[in-house]
């Protein structure tokens, strides 16, 4: 795989921008992942890439600048080693939070252009010698003999799933609100009956008790008797239960979905549901008045009194994933239905 110009196609296919979280970093960033990432496999002659990891400001990075600009003691008079730098956002914050040095490290053969571009954008004074080694070859994280992967931290998981989704199937952004899928329980994978709600907070300044991390979207696992199984702050495991029920499975599961049918008319009677929901978006609200409580006897920033929710107005339904009571035999998952289910 050979680059013949990386700054030329990352100046051709980006556009700089500043980071939603840290406003006073500027980025070159794509506006969105299929195309650029079908360019840059495109640019290196081979298929199955990870995705362009440098053209994107991703959640993570963004908190970790964040808290950098805001505690920059943190960094302050130290040598930073900046591992799977991507864009090299945190980077920069770390020197403009007064970073003595800062290595970029990452495996992409795009991102020390990337950086560097980044960099010059933001008026970062790096050492000449990295901004060398930068523009002219890729750090091997390998090489760094840390023993850490990168992957298996946060969400990085989730996020390679959404990525390789929108890969093959383009961006979800005309996907109707409300879509739901039905999937048999199973207790052994932590599949209670019940439902399993993707709410989106309409208030952008509101982060219910500023534990979620996927804000401003909140998951809540809920049984039929109204108690929550894991609420919004569960987040991994929350992710990790959809994708067990889900992931890999592309048709309905009949024996699941007829039960669910018969139950609300085929989907005319949905008052269950919708009480279900009303009792989720209460569970949270409930579990956020506890933390800001909780705050005002605990040291550092209270979150009590700094923004409030209301309910069922300040969310809107994404998609719920039902899993209905297993009331059938594994005879009746045959093969046929193995590989069945749509989210």
Same mark, same amino acid.
């Given at each position: 795989m ?13 556009r ?5 979280h840290t ?16 360019l840059?496999e ?6 199955g ?13 963004q908190?970790? =600048? ?8 943190v ?18 914050a ?6 003595t040095?800062?290595?970029c490290?990452? *495996?992409d053969?795009?991102?020390? =252009?990337a950086?560097?571009l980044?960099?010059? =954008? ?5 050492r ?12 091997e ?14 969400l990085?998981?989730f996020r390679m799933d ?29 599949l209670?009956p019940?439902?399993?709600?993707t ?6 300044e509101?982060n219910v008790?500023?534990?979620?991390r ?6 809540v ?10 609420d ?8 990790d ?18 039960a669910?049918n018969?139950?609300t008319?085929?989907g ?8 279900l ?7 949270? *609200?409930?579990?956020k008045?506890?933390k800001?409580l909780?705050?005002l ?15 069922l107005?300040d ?7 039902v899993?209905q009571?297993?009331?059938f035999t594994?005879?009746?998952l ?6 069945d289910?749509?989210?």
């Amino acid at each position: 795989m050979s680059i013949t110009d990386p700054t030329t196609f990352i100046l051709a296919n980006t556009r700089l921008q500043a980071v939603p979280h840290t406003p006073s970093i500027a980025l070159w960033l794509a506006d969105e992942v299929a195309p650029i990432w079908k360019l840059t496999e495109e640019e290196l002659g081979a298929m199955g890439l990870p995705p362009p990891f440098w053209a994107f400001a991703w959640s993570g990075g963004q908190g970790l =600048a964040r808290h950098l600009l805001d505690h920059p003691e943190v960094v302050s008079g130290r040598r930073v080693v900046d591992f799977a730098t991507g864009s090299g956002l945190v980077g920069i914050a770390a020197m403009k939070a007064g970073a003595t040095s800062v290595l970029c490290a990452d *495996i992409d053969p795009f991102c020390g =252009a990337a950086v560097a571009l980044n960099a010059q =954008a933001n008026d970062v004074s790096y050492r000449k010698e990295q901004l060398r080694r930068l523009q002219e070859e890729v750090i091997e994280l390998e090489d760094l003999k840390t023993g850490v992967s990168i992957t298996d931290l946060g969400l990085n998981d989730f996020r390679m799933d959404l990525l390789n989704y929108v890969k093959a199937q383009g961006e979800p952004d005309r996907v109707p609100n409300g879509m739901h899928a039905v999937v048999p329980a199973n207790p052994e994978l932590g599949l209670e009956p019940g439902v399993i709600f993707t709410l989106r907070n309409l208030n952008p300044e509101v982060n219910v008790n500023q534990h979620n991390r996927l804000h401003p979207y909140y998951l809540v696992y809920i049984r039929r008797n109204g108690k929550v199984i894991h609420d919004h702050t569960e987040v991994k495991h929350l992710l990790d239960l959809v994708r067990s029920g889900c992931k890999g499975r592309s048709d309905p599961i009949p024996i699941a979905c007829q039960a669910f049918n018969q139950e609300t008319a085929d989907g005319r009677n949905m008052q269950v549901y919708s009480e279900l929901l009303s009792q989720s978006i209460r569970s949270m *609200i409930e579990v956020k008045e506890e933390k800001d409580l909780d705050s005002l006897f605990t040291g550092g920033e209270t979150t009590a009194l700094t923004h409030t929710i209301t309910g069922l107005d300040d969310f809107e339904l994404v998609a719920f994933l039902v899993i209905q009571s297993a009331d059938f035999t594994d005879e009746d998952l045959s093969a046929d239905y193995a590989d069945d289910c749509r989210f």
